[in-house]
């Protein structure tokens, strides 16, 4: 199973997965960079979207509201993404009114309306995770109980040589407690990833206990990482600060997961955090 995508072109939608394309059942995620003035027009229909801003600024007009972004960041490393989340049935149009625009953005069919919901840095929740050499920062975009049918979404910061999505876990069988709480959802997943070099690369693993998928695959900057099932840890390449985009959807709007067996330890033996986090703050934003 191929899990690595390449980005196909410079500007237009130069990422782009489909459940069509990845062989599942929910998820869908594009990367588009536009020029000044150019517009994209879209309808939701069934589906809902989650529109995050990785540089430059955008305005959108739409049957459920208006917003517009006034201070966007250059790019991932220089602040903190807004984000735009729209319901189904949403016409709208994306408006670039900055002289390069990069979005990233993905949507699901959804079961339920909620209303749209403009999320900008400041209001983003920032957290620091993990310890010694895997440590990095959680953007939380679209957290769990943000108020949207399946869609989960958040941006990772990875210093130079750190390991990330660590200790391994997985997300795709469906376990429930005596209560019916959600123990672990199926949920399918892409990383997009970007580095403040362009050199840059991490390495990321896909596995499954029973060895039925074990792919270990080189990413480099504005590649995809399909995530179908399976464990998927990450590391980055020493010297380049890694960031990647991630979205899920699938059974349950959440983040519960399986951690590896074999790494359950690892969560007690971190004796402290890397202070090089945060990467990016709110207050870069400008």
């Known amino acids: 199973m191929k899990l ?3 980005p196909q072109k410079e500007f237009g939608i130069y990422q782009s997965i489909t459940p069509e394309s990845a062989n599942w059942k929910w998820l869908s995620f594009q990367a588009r960079l536009m020029k000044k003035d150019e517009q994209w027009t879209f309808n939701t229909e069934e589906n809902e979207i989650v529109i995050v801003l990785l540089g430059g600024n955008f305005k959108v007009d739409s049957n459920k509201g208006s917003w517009e972004t006034i201070n966007g960041r250059k790019d991932v490393f220089s ?32 079961n339920q309306d909620f209303k749209p919901k403009f999320v900008t840095p400041k209001d983003t929740p920032v957290v620091i995770f993990g310890g010694d050499n895997a440590t990095r920062q959680f953007n939380d975009l679209v957290p769990p109980g943000f108020g949207c049918s399946r869609l989960v979404s958040r941006e990772v910061y990875t210093p130079s040589g750190n390991w990330s999505s660590y200790p391994a876990h997985k997300h795709d069988e469906r376990k429930l407690d005596n209560l019916g709480n959600v123990l672990e959802p199926v949920q399918e997943e892409t990383y997009f990833y970007k580095f403040e070099k362009p050199e840059g ?4 693993q896909v596995y499954t206990k029973d060895k039925s998928l074990d792919e270990m695959v080189k990413a480099r900057h504005n590649d995809v990482v399909m995530i179908p099932k399976g464990f998927h840890p990450v590391v980055a390449a020493h010297g380049f600060n890694c960031y990647y985009l991630n979205f899920l959807a699938g059974t ?4 519960e997961n399986t951690t590896d067996p074999d790494h359950e330890w690892i969560y007690n033996s971190w004796s402290s955090q890397d202070k090089r986090l945060p990467l990016v703050t709110a207050e870069m934003n400008k």
């Open 4 to 6: 690595l995508i390449k």
């Open 79 to 110: 602040g903190i993404a807004h984000t735009l989340y729209l319901p189904r049935h949403t016409s709208f149009t994306l408006t670039a009114i900055s002289d390069i625009l990069d979005i990233g953005y993905g949507w699901c069919e959804a």
């Open 201 to 204: 690369y991490a390495i990321q």
């Open 252 to 255: 349950d709007q959440c983040l």
